[in-house]
Structures are given as C-alpha cells and as structure tokens.
C-alpha cells in the first residue's frame, strides 16, 4: 500500500525556513517524479514543485521560484522542501505527491499534508 | 504561464443529477488535463488523467472529455458520495497549474 507522510510543518515568523521532509513506502520511490502541492486553509490548491526521479530535474511555481528548493534522497525513500524567505501568503497545508505515471505529470496519490503556518 | 479556469465556482444539484464542470486553458494543453475531487479534510483524489482516461477504482459515472483549451468532467448521475469539491490540473507546461475548483453541494 503506498503511504506518503509529510512532517515538519510548524508556526515561523516571516523571513525564517523550514524543512518538510516526506517519507514514502509502498512503492518503488526512485522510479517516481515527486510534487509538493499546498492549499491554504479554505481555498484551493496551489502547486508548488517537482523533482524527477533521479533528482536531475525540478520545476517550481513562480510564486516559491528562488526560495523553495526540491529535493530527494532515494536512498531514505524521502522527499524535502526547503524554505527560506517565508511569507505570510506560504501559509498553507503542504501535500507531497507520488506522480500519476512517473515521468512528471499530474500527482496521482496524495499524502494527508502538514501544516505551515508563517506568522509573527 | 498557462491558467485554468473552472465553471461554476459553485454548483447546487440534486441526487440522480447529470453534472457537467467546465474547466477552460488560456492556451492550448493538448489533453494534459487531470481532474481531482476534494473532500472536507481529506487529500485531493484523481478522477480523471489525460483529459478522459478513468483512474483505476473510480466509478464509471465520472467521464472526462475535451482538448485544446476546453474541457468537461461530467458525472451522469450523481449519487450522495459525489458532494465534494472539483479541480481541474494542467499538466502541459512548466508549472502545473490547478482550477480554482468547483463545490458541488446538495440542492
């Protein structure tokens, strides 16, 4: 059964980091693209980033581009996101997601999400 | 960056209902296009991938369709389980955007 867990989500005041880290079992982690989703509490969703399987490639939305850093351990079957420079608007509930084929298309399974809020 | 653009923002229906949710590109996506269903408190479930093809385990009443830039998720009769909100997701360019999502709530 494939699981994905997100932790690290805490309360930081503006301008600090965070790390999320994911930890994934029930599948094969190395052979999958990995997305970051977030929502903000009541709204929609807002996708953040991507890491290919081997790490050798990343996309990130403009809104997080140059302060949000993807990355992977396929060693740990983890996934990070690295934060720095938050702002009040990161406020949100972060998902990592395995992706629907692999090769860097929609997530298709979602972990339950850990809660970042940014306040001072 | 390309923007999804879903309609209605809300919609009232009733059990047994045909549902249609629209869902427009500002550019041509092919048919990169999944389509999600949101819970209260739950993670986001794909429905739909590659504009009309049914994920695994969900029901045949869901059906996808479109290309380009114009899109539809309909389910034909929609039962007391599909009260949720809907989203549509690109996955044609750089950045995956979503819709802003769809309520589909009880008439």
């Known amino acids: 059964e494939v699981q994905l867990v997100e932790s690290g989500g805490v309360v930081v005041q503006p301008g600090g980091s965070l790390r999320l880290s994911c930890a994934a079992s029930?599948?094969?982690?190395?052979?999958?693209?990995m997305h970051w989703v977030r929502q903000t509490p009541g709204k929609g969703l807002e996708w953040v980033s991507l890491i290919r399987w081997d790490g050798g490639a990343t996309n990130y939305a403009d809104s997080v581009k140059g302060r949000f850093t993807i990355s992977r351990d396929n060693s740990k079957y983890s996934l990070y996101l690295q934060m720095s420079s938050l702002r009040t608007e990161d406020t949100a509930l972060y998902y990592c997601a395995k992706d629907g084929n692999g090769s860097g298309s929609y997530p298709g399974y979602w972990g339950q999400g850990t809660l970042v809020t940014v306040s001072s | 960056d390309i923007q999804m653009t879903q309609s209605p923002s809300t919609l009232s229906a009733s059990v047994g209902d045909r549902v249609t949710i629209t869902c427009r590109a500002s550019?041509?996506?092919?048919?990169?296009l999944a389509w999600f269903q949101q819970k209260p408190g739950k993670a986001p479930k794909v429905l739909i991938y590659k504009a009309s093809n049914l994920e695994s385990g969900v029901p045949s009443r869901f059906s996808g369709s479109g290309s380009g830039t114009e899109f539809t998720l309909t389910i034909s009769s929609l039962q007391p389980d599909d009260f949720a909100t809907y989203y549509c997701?690109?996955?044609?360019?750089?950045?995956?955007?979503f819709g802003q999502g769809t309520k589909v709530e009880i008439k």
């Open positions: 997701q690109q996955y044609s360019s750089y950045s995956r955007a």
């Open positions: 550019q041509s996506i092919s048919s990169w």
């Open positions: 029930g599948f094969t982690f190395g052979d999958y693209t």
